[in-house]
């Protein structure tokens, strides 16, 4: 079996200066507390933003995608997948 994943994968475009651990933890936070697993998260920055995907197990719901929009220094957040 190839890589994929069964599931969604979320979005998120942060502020650079906001992309830390404190915001992992955040967003790590939203999720847990709306019962969802994350099978994997990919963090990329430069200077001016960060983006996280996360892949979790189950579909995911439109109240979770709006509680992630709610994570401070977050640009824009949305489902990919």
């Known amino acids: 079996m190839g890589y994929g994943h069964i ?3 979320f ?4 502020e650079q200066l906001g992309m830390s651990a404190v915001f992992l933890a955040h967003v790590n936070e939203k999720l847990s507390a ?13 200077e001016d933003v960060g983006y996280v995907v996360i892949d979790i197990d189950h579909a995911a719901t439109r109240p979770a995608l709006a ?15």
């Not at 709306?34 to 430069?46: E, P, R, W």
């Not at 509680?67 to 997948?81: D, F, G, S």
């Open 7 to 9: 599931g969604t994968q």
């Open 11 to 14: 979005g998120l475009l942060a």
């Open 34 to 46: 709306a019962g969802i697993n994350i099978a994997a998260q990919y963090l990329s920055t430069n």
């Open 67 to 81: 509680e992630l929009c709610t994570v401070p220094a977050t640009i824009r957040c949305r489902i990919l997948y």
